[in-house]
């Protein structure tokens, strides 16, 4: 029982890595779309400064969590989701 366990624990790691690993990848998408779209003149330096604003705070979470759990939550990844959604919306679409 102890070694099924051990397994389910480490696949569930696994794939809790590939989670973290596609927020981080996320945030960084997100954040060279901010810097993009105002380059293009798309959105203004204040709306580019809110928005990084945004993105700093869920990125200065994220990495708190991960290093004190060793893993995001569910809820916690939802929540992150959910933050760099409404970021996305407010960016130009390309």
């Known amino acids: 029982m102890a070694v099924a366990q051990h397994h389910g624990t480490r696949a569930q790691r696994a794939d809790n890595a590939a989670e973290r690993a596609d927020l981080r990848d996320r945030m960084n998408e997100i954040d060279q779309r901010i810097g993009a779209a105002q380059a293009s003149r798309a959105i203004t330096r204040t709306r580019a ?12 979470s994220y990495v708190r969590v991960t290093r004190s759990q060793g893993f995001v939550s569910a809820a916690e990844s939802a929540s992150y989701n959910r933050t760099l959604d409404l970021i996305d919306a407010r960016l130009p679409q390309q």
């Open 49 to 60: 400064s809110e928005l990084r604003r945004k993105l700093i705070t869920a990125r200065q």
